[in-house]
C-alpha cells in the first residue's frame, strides 16, 4: 500500500481538529462528572487484591466469588491502588485518557482508509474529513457519559475499535500477525462481550474466504487471528476456571433468567434515537462510488452490530441510562456516518457538475461548508438537551437517570462513611446497594441482589423483571448469614424515622432492632436500618 503525500496544512489542520475534539470530548465527560455504584465493585475487589491478596468479594471466605466481569480494568484500578492513588478519580482519568485514544485510532483509520482508496484510484477527500467521526464521538452524550461512569467502558471500546480498525488492515497485509484477535482477547478478559466481537471477525474472514477464494479451508490470516485470541483468552480463562469454579463469571447466573424483549426493544429503539444512530442507515443505502472495500467494511459493521444489538435486547437492556452496552459501537457508527457523509457529497458535487458541465466555485463550497456547520451545530444543541436531561434526578421505564446515579452515590458514600465510622471492623451487613456502601465501610457484606453471592446466584430462581436485577436473597437465606446491619436499600428521610409497630415487631422477633442516625454529609439527613441484638436470631 502506497499513500499519497499530503499537504502539510492539511495534516497541521487535522491535527488540531483531533485536538479540538478531544477537548470537546473532555469538557463534556466533565459535563457528568460521576462515578456509578457498580463501579465500587470493582474497586473493592481491586483493594481485595492488594490489601489481602484476594481476588474475592469478601476475603477469608471460601469459594470465592467472581462478582466482576472485568477483569483487566479490575486489575488496572489494583495497580492505581497499589501505587497509592485513589481508584475514583483515578477511574475517571483513565476512562478519559482511554476514549481520547479512541478518537485517534479512528482519526488513524481514516487516514489508512483514505490512503487505500487513493492506492485503487478512489476519490481524494481531504484530511479534515478524518475529524468528522472524532468530532461525532465527542458530541455524543452516551460516549462522553460512559467515558467517566468508573466501569470499564472505555477501555473495552478502545480494545474493539483497536481491534476492527486493526482487522480492515490486516485483510490487506497477507503477513500480518492477527492482532487485531490479540485485541480480542484482551477485550473479552474486560468484557464478555469480547468473545462475541471474536466471534463476528472470525464470520466475516470466513465469508470472505468463501466470496473471493471460493473455499472453507482457513488462510493463514484466519489461523493467526485464532492464534493470537486463544494465546492470551485460554490461560485466563483456564485460571477463572480454576480459581472461581464456574465457567462464567458469577454476575451471570445472578442475572440469568426469562428474556426481557420488552425492555430490551425499548433500550435499543432509545439508542437509535437519542444517539441519532438511525442517520447511518440511509447514509449507507446511498452508493459508496469509487470506494474500495466498502462492501466489505458494511458487512463487517452489520457481523459487529446485529448479534451485540440482539444480544442486548434479549437481557433487557440495563437499568442505567445512556446505553452503556452500546457504547463500543459508537466509533464503527461514527466512522460509517463520516464515510457516508463523504460519499454523499462526492455523489452530489458530481451530479451538479453533470448537470451545470462546471465545478462547484469557491462561493458554492463556502455555502456547503456552512450548510454542514449548521447542521453540527444543530446535533451539537441537540445532544446538550440530553445531556442536561440525563443529569437531572429520575426513573422512567426501570432506567435510572445519570442524575439519580450520582445522587445515589452521594447518600451512599454518605453511609458507607458513617459505617466505617460508627462500627468496628468486625461488622457484617446486607444491602442491595453492594457498591459504594461496602467500599467504603469495608465490611463483610452480603450482597441482596446476589452479583457478588454465588449461593443465591445458583440456588435461587429469577423473580424480578427488571434487567440485571433477577434475583435477590430470600429472607431465610438472609437470617442464617446472620448479618450485624440489615440495610436493604437505603432508606433515609427528612425528618426522625418511626418504623411502622408491625414492622418493628416483626423484626424484634427475629432478634433485629430498629436504628436510625443523622448522617454527616446526608441529604436527607435521616439514614434508618436494623441492627442485629442477638449473637443467633431465633428462627422465624
Given amino acids: 500500500m502506497t499513500t499519497s503525500p499530503r499537504p502539510t496544512a492539511q495534516r497541521v489542520a487535522l491535527a488540531c481538529a483531533l485536538a479540538a475534539a478531544a477537548a470537546l470530548l473532555i469538557a463534556h465527560a466533565a459535563w457528568f462528572d460521576f462515578v456509578n455504584d457498580d463501579a465500587f ?17 469478601n476475603p477469608g471466605e471460601t469459594p470465592w466469588v467472581e462478582g466482576y466481569t472485568n477483569f483487566l480494568w479490575t486489575l488496572l484500578l489494583a495497580a492505581v491502588i497499589a501505587l497509592g492513588g485513589d481508584p475514583v478519580p483515578w477511574s475517571k482519568g483513565l476512562g478519559v485518557a482511554l476514549s481520547c485514544a479512541t478518537l485517534a485510532l479512528t482519526a488513524h483509520h481514516t487516514l489508512r482508509w483514505h490512503a487505500r482508496q487513493l492506492a485503487q484510484d478512489g476519490p481524494q477527500h481531504p484530511l479534515p474529513w478524518a475529524a468528522l467521526a472524532p468530532l461525532l464521538l465527542a458530541l455524543s452524550p452516551a460516549f462522553a457519559a460512559w467515558t467517566e461512569g468508573g466501569l470499564e467502558s472505555a477501555l473495552f471500546t478502545t480494545l474493539t475499535t483497536a481491534a476492527w480498525t486493526r482487522y480492515l488492515r490486516e485483510l490487506d497485509s497477507p503477513s500480518s500477525l492477527g492482532l487485531s484477535g490479540a485485541a480480542l482477547a484482551l477485550a473479552a478478559m474486560t468484557r464478555p462481550e469480547g468473545a462475541l ?15 473471493r477464494e471460493r473455499t472453507w479451508r482457513p488462510n493463514r490470516h484466519l489461523l493467526t487471528l485464532v492464534a493470537a485470541f486463544a494465546l492470551l483468552f485460554l490461560p485466563w480463562f483456564a485460571w477463572r476456571y480454576t480459581t ?11 442475572k440469568a433468567g426469562e428474556p426481557l424483549w420488552e425492555a430490551g426493544w425499548r433500550y435499543t429503539a432509545s439508542f437509535l434515537t437519542e444517539s441519532h444512530a438511525w442517520i447511518v442507515l440511509p447514509l449507507l443505502i446511498l452508493p459508496w ?19 451485540l444489538a440482539l444480544h442486548v435486547t434479549r437481557v433487557g437492556g440495563d437499568f442505567m441510562a445512556l446505553h452503556r452496552f452500546y457504547m463500543p459501537l459508537l466509533p464503527l457508527l461514527a466512522f460509517l456516518a463520516q464515510e457516508g457523509a463523504a460519499h454523499a457529497w462526492d455523489a452530489a458535487r458530481d451530479a451538479w457538475e453533470r448537470h451545470t458541465q462546471h465545478p462547484l466555485s469557491t462561493p458554492q463550497r463556502l455555502r456547503a461548508a456552512a450548510l454542514a456547520a449548521l447542521l453540527l451545530a444543530a446535533l451539537a444543541a441537540s445532544n446538550a438537551r440530553l445531556t442536561q436531561r440525563s ?42 446497594a453492594a457498591g459504594v456502601i461496602p467500599y467504603y465501610s469495608r465490611m463483610k457484606t452480603l450482597d441482596l441482589l446476589t452479583l457478588n ?26 437470617l442464617r448469614w446472620q448479618p450485624t446491619l440489615l440495610i436493604w436499600h437505603p432508606r433515609l428521610h427528612d425528618k426522625l424515622p418511626r418504623p411502622a409497630p408491625h414492622e418493628e415487631r416483626y423484626w424484634r422477633d427475629r432478634g433485629y432492632r430498629f436504628r436510625y442516625a443523622q448522617v454527616p454529609h446526608l441529604t436527607p439527613p435521616f439514614w434508618s436500618y436494623y441492627e442485629r441484638t442477638t449473637a443467633t436470631p431465633p428462627a422465624p
Fill in 41 to 57: 465493585i470493582s474497586f473493592r475487589y481491586a483493594e481485595n487484591l492488594v490489601r489481602h491478596g484476594e481476588l474475592t468479594w
Fill in 197 to 211: 466481537f471474536f466471534a463476528a471477525l472470525l464470520a466475516h474472514r470466513a465469508l470472505l474466504l468463501l466470496l
Fill in 244 to 254: 472461581y469454579g464456574w465457567p462464567f463469571p458469577n454476575t451471570y447466573y445472578a
Fill in 289 to 307: 462510488r469509487r470506494a474500495p472495500g466498502a462492501h466489505t467494511l458494511h458487512a463487517l459493521a452489520a457481523l459487529l452490530t446485529l448479534p
Fill in 391 to 432: 443529569l437531572e434526578v429520575g426513573s422512567a421505564d426501570g432506567v435510572d437517570s445519570i442524575g439519580w446515579l450520582k445522587m445515589f452515590v452521594e447518600q451512599t458514600t454518605a453511609v458507607g462513611l458513617y459505617l466505617q465510622r460508627a462500627y468496628p471492623p468486625d461488622t457484617s451487613l446486607a444491602t442491595t
Fill in 453 to 478: 453471592d454465588a449461593w443465591t446466584a445458583h440456588h435461587v430462581p429469577p423473580r424480578g423483571r427488571r434487567p440485571g436485577h433477577a434475583k435477590s436473597a430470600p429472607e431465610d437465606y438472609v
